[in-house]
């Protein structure tokens, strides 16, 4: 949709527009990713804080019930994981593999993520489907 292309692409100016004019903030594109999932897979901070401002719903998920946050676990930006923690974002969610965001950023060693979901909470004794 318009909203997921302005959220890939980094135009809050534009997020903000389809906002205020009422398209559905939380409609899944062929990939089955909302907007905020797309703004954060694409690390547009900006564009990620405007749908949550506006009522982004976190449960939502993709094919293989990633949220948000597994998506956050792969980059490199720990504020907008940050935001979604400080908008109830549940930070023991599980993919489909039995991934939290902790334990995916575990996978792809991003070590900031790992420091960063450590020191919000998450817990060090989970574990994936594999145990």
Do not use: W
Not at 41 to 68: M, R, S
Not at 100 to 120: C, H, Q, S, Y
């Amino acid at each position: 949709t318009p909203l997921h292309l302005a959220c890939a692409n980094g135009y809050p100016d534009v997020v903000s527009l389809l906002l205020e004019r009422k398209c559905n903030l939380n409609l899944l594109d062929n990939d089955s990713l909302t907007p905020l999932i797309k703004a954060v897979q694409c690390q547009n901070e900006e564009c990620a804080t405007i749908l949550l401002e506006h009522g982004a719903d976190l449960n939502l998920v993709d094919t293989k019930n990633n949220t948000a946050l597994h998506y956050a676990a792969s980059g490199q930006n720990t504020t907008i994981a940050a935001k979604l923690l400080r908008h109830k974002m549940d930070i023991e969610a599980k993919n489909k593999e039995g991934y939290t965001p902790l334990l995916l950023a575990i996978k792809e060693n991003n070590l900031a993520m790992v420091d960063f979901f450590l020191k919000n909470g998450a817990n060090v004794n989970v574990s994936d489907n594999s145990k």
